[in-house]
């Protein structure tokens, strides 16, 4: 359950000047996106000379176009627009690959280089497209069924795609393709395709490798027979599709997984990869080392033994070179880095925060290149000539991000050097070579910027500065924006909970104004940031201009303040978080300018299920709450993420009955307005319907609305916005009495 919405834009004037417009909820959803260019997959081109990236088309905020800005001449070009592809509807697979990827926008959703920067690949409506800089686009494929995840051979001159769960190589001077598998598509075989949980859970949406040489490809085997098929039915205007999906229920089987190596000329049959004698492991991340082996992650089903294997291609025989154990759980990561000479670097939590370390080529720990009470985010890029790193931290504290660069030898791991500027978030992305790296940074007060910056951190060339001025979507709006307050509540233990709050002007002891908390309260994402905001923090303003007090509060249990802090949702969920949640309420009744009476709680998915658990356990303390696309039994979740954290069903603690919702329906004591997306394919509609049910046989009365058609996402503008006016029509009647 990845949640990659970050809290909120916020930023603005105390005071409405008469010519400023109120941000309304149809606005919100409606084109130009407010945001503006808000760029996203970000790329230099591999020859240097370009930086590419995905924006939103100008007519229609639902749509990506692919553009690339020309460093030498300093403009952007249109290098593809989605236009040419709006009549043809994308393909089932598309969409469901689209939806764990949280990529709201149709269009140009993906794009891969080639490795001389002379062309690039694009999946849409089914097929695979080329795009040379300097021609027309090609289109490679005409089939029935879709082809997904194209990728350039290292020298260009194939292309290798998944069909129908087999994988195909295409000779692009012939035309000519290849299958390198056959028996995928039918008796729940998939080649080269990533499974539900790796794309959903593990942050691999791949599952195919090419070697370095481009003379073979590394694949996963994925056998998905034992795994639950169950009919998700799609309801849209044209009607009901049914459409079977295999879904690993905590507690049940998994997908057998393989991995095999097979020459792309097939002169030799696949080699099969020693993956160890257990085969309910979970195969997370495959990478080629520089001396032609490969390198395999393999993750232990209950989490918390992590094994980074070497393997021979040849024989298929591999070692293990590193383990991390934890006994809570092992965070997968992607911050694996070779060096030339067979040295790596590898992260780990072992001191309690992420860092960074060199090993030598055969797997030891050679020393540390980052240090202290702070967490490195992710590595960005290696500058081995000047035998420096880059990465992303928060070393100043769980709200920002910034950009640091450290030495390899570790001279410097306590005190890395800050490259990037202005309080924010800032992510990087590191030139191949010269030094050279893209900041793209956000902040309360600012919207999405991409920047050139040198080896120093100034400024080079601004590719989107995206300024609020002038023509900018949001300029009308900026001026009534209300900037967000920030501070510190201690937990139980001693732990420092963040929060922060939209005030309303005019909000005071003798115009008090009613709240809404906001929450996520997971062990994967955080709400309160200093960030611009996602489409769901521009409600969230929108509600604040209409005259909520808006309070955001993340609380044990969430990433980004150590192991310590992340680990006490444990074996707890349904407890620490309504808890922590509680607390913020709490203070809020102390607040003069807030009508304590007059306090809702809203979250989306497993925000969602922090509502619920707020009302039933800590109901004295709402007078309402919102809950959209909730897991209300976590053996209805999946295996990989629910087992990481509370572990399998049945055990002798208890754990899966205290957090069930369901459960304590009898206790709900004040309004509920239930939402879901009926053909949500992560957390499925049966949760919404199971709790709907254990409220039914309670006799508690409770508000719900279902979305046709609708995903866990709720990318529909039209129904988006229904969505959002459905929530404030519920608090307005709760909080407001309208």
Known sequence: ?????????????????????????????????????????????????????????????????????????????????????????????????RERQRIPETGVTEYVWDSL????????????????????????????????????????????????????????????????????????????????????????DTGYWWSRDGKSIAYARVDESKVPLVNRYDYGADGVKVIPQRYPFAGGPNVAVRLLVAPIDGASPPVSIDLGADPDIYLARVNWKPDGGLAVQRISRDQKRLDLLFADVKTGRTRIALTDTKSTWVDLHNDLFFLADGRFIWSSEQTGWRHLYLHDRHGKRLHAITRGDWPVKALAGVNVKSGQIMFTALKEGPLETHVYTARLDGRDAGSPRRLSEGSGSHGAVLADEGGAWLDSFSSPAQPPQLSLRDRDGKVLTWLQQNKVEGSHPYAPYMANHILPTYGTLKAPDGANLHWSMLKPPGVDAGNPAPAIIYTYGGPTSRVVTRSWGSRTGLFLQALAQSGYVIFMLDNRGTPNQGKKFLDVIHNAF????????????????????????????????????????????????????????????????????????????????????????????????????????MADDNVFLDNSVRMAAALQHARKPFDMMFYPGERHGFYDVDLAAHYYLSAKAFFDRELRGK
């Open 574 to 677: 349904g407890t620490v978080e309504p808890d922590d949640q509680a607390l913020g309420a709490a203070y809020l009744k102390t607040l003069t300018f807030i009508k304590g009476d007059r306090i809702g709680i809203y979250g989306h998915s497993y925000g969602g299920y922090n509502v619920l658990m707020s009302l039933l356990r800590h109901g004295d303390l709402y007078a309402a709450g919102v809950a959209a696309a909730p897991v209300s039994d976590w053996k209805l979740y999946d295996t990989f993420y629910t087992e990481r954290f509370i572990g399998q069903p049945g055990a002798k603690d208890g754990v899966y009955d205290r957090a069930d919702a369901t459960k304590l329906a009898d206790k709900l004591s004040k309004p509920l307005l239930l939402i879901h997306g």
């Open 117 to 204: 920067g002379k062309a690039v690949l694009v999946p849409k409506s089914g097929d695979i497209w080329l795009k040379p800089l300097d021609g027309p686009v090609r289109r490679l494929t005409r089939t029935e069924d879709a082809e997904t995840d194209p990728k350039f051979s290292p020298d260009g001159s194939h292309v290798a795609y998944v069909r129908g769960g087999n994988l195909y190589v295409q000779d692009l001077a012939t035309g000519n393709e290849r299958a390198l598998t056959t028996d995928g598509g039918k008796d729940g075989i998939l080649n080269g395709m990533a499974e539900f949980v790796a794309q959903e859970e593990m942050d691999r």
């Open 1 to 97: 359950m990845r949640h990659r919405l970050t809290a909120l834009l916020l930023a603005g004037l105390a005071t409405f000047p008469a010519a400023a417009e109120q941000l309304t909820i149809d606005r919100v959803v409606a084109s130009p996106a407010l945001s503006g260019a808000a760029p996203r997959g970000v790329a230099f081109s591999p020859d240097g000379t370009r930086v590419t990236y995905l924006e939103r088309a100008a007519s229609d905020a639902s749509r990506r176009d692919l553009w690339a800005y020309d460093l030498k001449q300093g403009k952007p070009v249109l290098l593809l627009d989605s236009a040419e592809f709006a009549a043809v509807p994308e393909s089932e697979e598309e969409r469901a690959r």
